[in-house]
């Protein structure tokens, strides 16, 4: 399954909108045949998977996280928890996506993807030296043929500007003359 639901959302790459690439009204037709079948089975994980992709598509982030949630209860598969923790990390929620990856992480210590996508995260919150070891680990537990994707894809995060210092203490205003 991890292979299926990581071919259906892809949420690495930017969401379309509808309209652009892809027909409005066939995305919302296939989300309305969708959206049936949930309301005589809301558990069924190929309606869940096949209303998140549009709704991906749509760039509908948060319904998107949602309809992978209610997945995880149905088929509780680390691919729909991968998905989440990126989705939160490209949305600028990096606590979130933090706890979806450690969840992976319970479920699968030694899992490549997840490793690395803390690593990224961390990276991208000014956390270096944890990124750098998760990087290192990621690189180690995964296969030979994706270590050069796994280098690249923690590469190409830039390394955050330091915060500026903390401004001087500055004294307070003097008192105004009293009249």
């Keep these: 399954m991890i292979g299926l639901v990581s071919s259906l959302l892809n949420p690495v790459a930017a969401p379309a909108v509808a309209g652009k690439g892809e027909d409005g009204g066939v995305l919302q037709k296939q989300a309305s045949g969708y959206e049936i079948v949930l309301k005589r089975e809301p558990s069924n994980l190929n309606a869940l998977l096949g209303l998140a992709e549009i709704r991906r598509k749509q760039g509908r982030v948060q319904d998107t996280i949602a309809l992978l949630k209610q997945a995880q209860q149905s088929s509780p598969d680390p691919s729909l928890t991968m998905n989440i ?14 706890a979806e990856y450690d969840a992976v992480l319970r479920a699968v210590p030694d899992y490549a ?18 990124a750098q070891e998760l990087y290192l680990k990621a690189l180690e537990k995964a296969p030979k043929e994706f270590k050069p994707q796994i280098t690249q894809a ?20 003097p008192a105004l003359p009293k009249k």
């Design 85 to 98: 923790a990126q989705l939160y990390q490209q949305t600028g929620q990096p606590i979130l996506a933090l």
């Design 154 to 173: 923690f590469e190409s995060v830039p390394v955050p500007a330091p915060a500026p210092p903390a401004p001087a203490s500055v004294p307070p205003a």
């Design 113 to 130: 993807p997840a490793l690395l996508g803390k690593a990224i995260t961390l990276k991208i919150a000014g956390q270096i030296k944890p």
